[in-house]
């Protein structure tokens, strides 16, 4: 029985650590993954920021958590961690996949948008819409949007950022991928952030010509409108970040030709 993907190879650009299930879904569905993470998530020097900020968890209304590496890339969920130092402070989490992270940490998580999985979507939350006199603190990487800091003090709230991790664009071997553009053999890209779309234009520079004709699928209008700005020519947005909702998208196109 012929599957729906019929060998097609689709590169995936998600970090290393975060690329195998997407991988496996599309080999599951009969496509061939092709790695070239474009991101790499690395820790930040700032062992003494972190612990004199965990030392006044208890100052925050709001814990704020951007994404799943801002869980898991510090220790800071350990057992001698968890309830004291975090106090009475409530737990907000940027979309499903952080609220799944903070439950394998054992935090509870109390807010988690129900429907986006971005900073818009957070802010939309009733919870959040009047903050005066509350401090917030916004845990995520290096370099990360304002939008959600900027709206959350507009709401009266005091914000501060913990950086626990970095964004770094990692040393890989691009020598198989610009072989299948000049071939015309790659199905299908998958991006999950601008700035990983960023890198792969930088990555794969001598092939740019071929890299914009193929077909492009990232997880938001944001990151759609960076890639046509960029030269992509034929670009769909997921449902949801998901990787069985990036599945859903690259089958369509592989099917479709859309």
């Known amino acids: 029985m012929t599957q729906p993907l019929n060998g097609a190879r689709v590169l995936v650009t998600r970090p ?5 299930n997407l991988c496996q879904l599309i080999a599951g569905h009969g496509g061939v993954p092709v790695r070239l993470p474009t991101l790499a998530i690395a820790p930040v020097d700032n062992a003494l920021a972190i612990r004199q900020t965990l030392a006044h968890l208890n100052n925050y209304q709001w814990l ?4 799943a590496n801002a869980v898991t890339m510090h220790g800071y969920y350990s057992d001698g961690v968890k309830m004291t130092q975090f106090g009475s402070a409530q737990i907000a ?3 499903k996949a952080t609220a799944a992270a903070l439950a394998a940490a054992g935090l509870p998580v109390d807010l988690v948008p129900s429907n986006g999985y971005n900073s818009e979507a957070l802010l939309a939350m009733p919870q959040l819409q009047n903050l005066q006199g509350q401090r917030c603190l916004i845990i995520r990487g290096v370099g990360g949007r304002e939008e959600l800091a900027t709206s959350l003090k507009q709401r009266g709230a005091s914000v501060d950022y ?9 040393e890989t071997d691009n020598s ?3 072989l299948l553009l000049a071939q015309n053999q790659l199905a299908a890209i998958t991006i999950t952030s601008g700035e990983a779309l960023h890198n792969l234009a930088t990555m794969l520079a001598s092939q ?3 890299l914009f004709e193929v077909p492009l699928v990232v997880v938001s209008e944001r ?3 960076i890639a046509a700005d960029q030269g992509f020519k034929r670009i769909a947005v997921t449902e949801h970040p998901s990787d069985e909702a990036i599945l ?9 030709g859309e």
């Open 16 to 20: 290393a650590h975060q690329a195998d």
């Open 64 to 67: 704020i958590f951007i994404s």
């Open 93 to 95: 989490a940027i979309g």
């Open 162 to 170: 913990l950086n626990v991790y970095q964004r770094v664009m990692p």
């Open 176 to 178: 198989e991928v610009s």
């Open 208 to 210: 740019q010509a071929h």
């Open 223 to 225: 990151i759609k409108t």
């Open 248 to 256: 859903k998208t690259v089958t369509m196109y592989v099917i479709g």
